[in-house]
Every structure is written in structure tokens, then in C-alpha cells.
């Protein structure tokens, strides 16, 4: 019998100054089983720093065809696909085919092994921009998780700042490559 995925229900309050977007989002997100609760609080995360009306979770880890997040425009198109984690380079260039724009959010101690293993093999991809969150940072964001949560992310002059009750952690998200 296979195993269900696990609901997490979040109320995310998002105040980014950079932007000017101030929104609060009821998030409903599936935790596949063999989703860690970290790569969870990462989705969430992505979320927050590209929230809009039309960002929505994609099924990510159990669909090859779809990212962990997404954004279409009316025509259906898409114009931005997250990946979190590490994800192969084909799965990446074909992402790169099929949007505007694509974002990975890279976490963990091992994001500089697959980083060095993909980067010569990612330079054709013009539209791809790589991130990684230092796992002090991505581990710190985990015990952010439950069930059900109150959220709250603040955005300004590139620092991001993640809270839950009276914890805060700083998000210091480390650009490994720019599109273009």
C-alpha cells in the first residue's frame, strides 16, 4: 500500500518592501513521504520571496512534469518554474525550455558537491538562476515546521527575515548563478 502524503496548513503573512508586495496567503501544502520537513519550510520559503496572485505548489517531487512551484500566466503559459533541492541538469535545461524563468533553491551540506558537478553543464541555460540557503539556515527554518502554522516573512534591501511565534531566523540566500 503506498504511503499518503501528509497535509501542512500555514498562514503566511508576507510583507516585502522590495517588491511592495504585502499579502497574506492560507497555503495548503502536501508533504510527499519521502519529503523531509525541511524541504518543506524551503518551498514555503520560495513561496514567500516569489509570492503572487497566481504562484501555485506543483506536485514537485512525485511529478517529473512538474516544478515544486509555479507560475502561469492566463494563456496557461508558464513563466516561472522552482525547483527545490538538486535537481539534474536535464531536468533543468528542460524546465529552461518550457519558461520564462527558472529558480532553484538549493539547501543542505551537500549543495556545493552538486553545484561543482552542475555548473559547466548549466551555462547554456539563459534563463536559469540558482540559489543556495546555507543548511544552518535551512535546518534553523525546519524546526519552523508543523502542522499548522503562523508564518510570517519580512523582506528588505535583500535580507529576508522568517518568523514563527517569538523565533526569527535570517535568511541569507547565497547566489550561485545569475540568468543570462
Known sequence: MALKSTIYKAELTISDMDRGYYATHALTIARHPSETEERVMIRVLAFALHASERLEFGKGISDSEEPDLWEKDYTDAVQLWVEVGQPDDRRL???????????????????????KAMNSRLDRAKVLKVINIPSEQSQALEKFASRNMQLQCTIQDGQIWFSSGDQTVEVQPEVLKQPG
Open 93 to 115: 535545461l528542460k524546465a529552461c525550455g518550457r519558461s520564462e524563468q527558472v529558480v532553484v533553491y538549493s539547501y543542505a551540506s551537500a549543495s556545493d558537491v552538486w553545484w
